[in-house]
């Protein structure tokens, strides 16, 4: 293995500079908001069907890991996810910024998604053809369950109040209930609109939710930073990066946890990096001392989003490169380049062309090495942007977010769809509940309702089929595990101090 990846390694060198390219587009790409690395990689799609194959897949793989990394930019700075995985940064990123600890933010995403992504790299680089067993264990029981963890987290983000956590909740489930049913292709709640036939689109809801609904709430006042720590912030040097830094290297725990629950969730096919920031979140949120700083800006909340977005960058490639599935649109992408240069798929890749399968790894590693040395230096001046007046950030945050709405799909509806859901998220922060939740049904409502309604057509409507298999009843501990578990502890620790 190891004289594999040397002699990758070697290969790459002679094409090193598209590398740092590949990152510096991506960084860029993700923090446009409705952007994404698949829109742009077939947009370029002729331009590395004219490379060879081990250039291009370096190329796209290095700029699929930085458009992680910067989707977080926006989404600690002005509360916009740049990308649908970086939704979950936005909990806890953006208060730190309010709280003008926006450059110690951004310091500890950039550090958070570099390490992570570096860490299980490492172990896709060292157990590439055994990890490819793990696609098999996992069916539409398994991936109802992981996503139960996400949607666990809707009982966790209240707003101050579990009951209006709930409702919102709720109610981002029945929006995204709205479209064709995932197995017997019923139309629901789509009033005769073809544009609602595929389901409630993401990104609109997404960006109104947080961007165009943060910036209707922006012009109640001058600046985003409080008032009171808004000179700190100005006169801040390097001294931010360096907290963020020290910050994520004394989490690396979390660092490690993080990476790993983002790298299994990417070997599932289909599943998704915003499944994988969201699970991690949970995790994070359940699992901590100081639970109730979760959502008012705690480091361990952009942790724990920013270290499984890019810990699932190398887990989607297993199934691609060992099983020839693609786990996601980018993958997919490369499967197109991948096919066209007549690169066999699946198992014969590691037979016929070992050191392309490897070299794809090996540039995702070096990709995340040119990821800390570009990205933690822009933390410093990238936070300069949130230091601009509201009456200038407001309409181009509205501007930028209804551009990435059409993008997406193309449809001049999607971005009357942004208007609607900022104006429900202002409605919703104003009279205390959260738009969080409502995100999360919208989201993962969907996804669980279709792994549920495959796993019980396997069981002919039995549902006892949902506990039918070993990986499945583990899973189902450590969900119910997750949610008892702390609970428990916060008690015996307040019995503790009692005494």
């Avoid at 901590?288 to 887990?315: C, H, Y």
């Avoid at 977010?401 to 859901?421: E, K, N």
Wanted: with cysteine; net charge positive; proline share 5%.
């Amino acid at each position: 293995m190891w004289e594999m990846t040397l002699a990758s390694l070697n290969e790459i060198l002679g094409y090193w500079w598209l590398i740092p390219l590949g990152v510096g587009l991506g960084i860029f790409v993700g923090a446009v908001p409705g952007f994404s690395s698949t829109n742009v990689l077939i947009i370029l799609l002729p331009f590395t069907l004219g490379m060879e194959s081990g250039a291009g897949m370096a190329f796209m793989a290095s700029l699929y890991s930085g458009s992680h990394m910067g989707g977080s930019i926006p989404a600690v700075l002005f509360n916009v996810p740049g990308t649908g995985a970086a939704a979950a940064t936005c909990f806890d990123g953006y208060p730190m910024t309010q709280q003008g600890r926006g450059q110690e933010a951004l310091a500890i995403a950039f550090a958070a998604s570099a390490i992570g992504g570096l860490f299980t790299t490492m172990i896709t680089l060292g157990a590439l053809p055994y990890l490819s067993k793990m696609v098999y264990y996992f069916g539409s029981i398994e991936n109802f369950v992981i996503i139960l963890f996400g949607v666990a987290l809707i009982a966790q983000i209240t707003g101050g109040s579990m009951l209006k956590g709930l409702i919102a909740g709720m109610f981002g489930l029945l929006l995204g209930a709205v479209g064709y049913d995932h197995v017997y292709s019923v139309p629901r709640a789509t009033f005769g609109l073809v544009y609602l036939f595929d389901g409630m689109p993401r990104v609109p809801a997404i960006v109104g939710l947080f961007a165009i609904s943060e910036a209707f709430s922006m012009v109640e006042k001058n600046m985003i930073i409080d008032a009171s720590k808004l000179s700190d912030a100005l006169k801040e040097g390097w001294q931010g990066t360096k907290r963020g830094l020290v910050i994520t290297l004394k989490k690396m725990g979390a660092v490690i946890r993080s990476s790993l629950i983002g790298f299994v969730v990417g070997i599932i096919p289909g599943a998704g990096a915003t499944i994988g920031s969201f699970v991690s979140y949970q995790q994070a949120m359940s699992f901590s001392k100081d639970k109730e700083q979760f959502g008012k800006g705690a480091p361990e909340g952009v942790i724990a989003s920013e270290a499984a977005n890019n810990g699932l960058t190398s887990g989607s490639l297993i199934p691609l490169l060992t099983l020839g599935i693609p786990g996601g649109g980018t993958a997919a992408v490369m499967l197109v380049v991948l096919q066209a240069h007549g690169v066999p798929i699946g198992p014969r890749l590691f037979q016929v062309m070992p050191q392309l399968a490897y070299g794809v790894v090996v540039a995702m590693l070096v990709a995340y090495i040119v990821m800390i040395i570009m990205g933690v230096p822009l933390a410093k001046s990238l936070a300069k942007m949130s230091f601009f007046p509201t009456k200038v950030l407001a309409p181009a945050i509205i501007s930028f977010t209804l551009i990435g709405s059409f993008v997406a799909r193309g449809y001049l509806f999607d971005m009357w769809i942004a208007l609607f859901f900022g104006v429900l998220g202002y409605i919703l922060k104003r009279t205390g509940y959260s738009p969080h939740a409502v995100l999360l049904g919208v989201i993962l409502g969907p996804l669980a309702e279709q792994y549920f309604l495959r796993a019980l057509l396997l069981g002919n409507g039995n549902p006892a089929i949902l506990f039918s298999r070993p990986l499945g009843n583990f899973l189902w501990v450590l969900l119910v595990l997750s949610m008892v578990l702390p609970a428990l502890l916060a008690r015996f620790r307040n019995r503790k101090t009692v005494q």
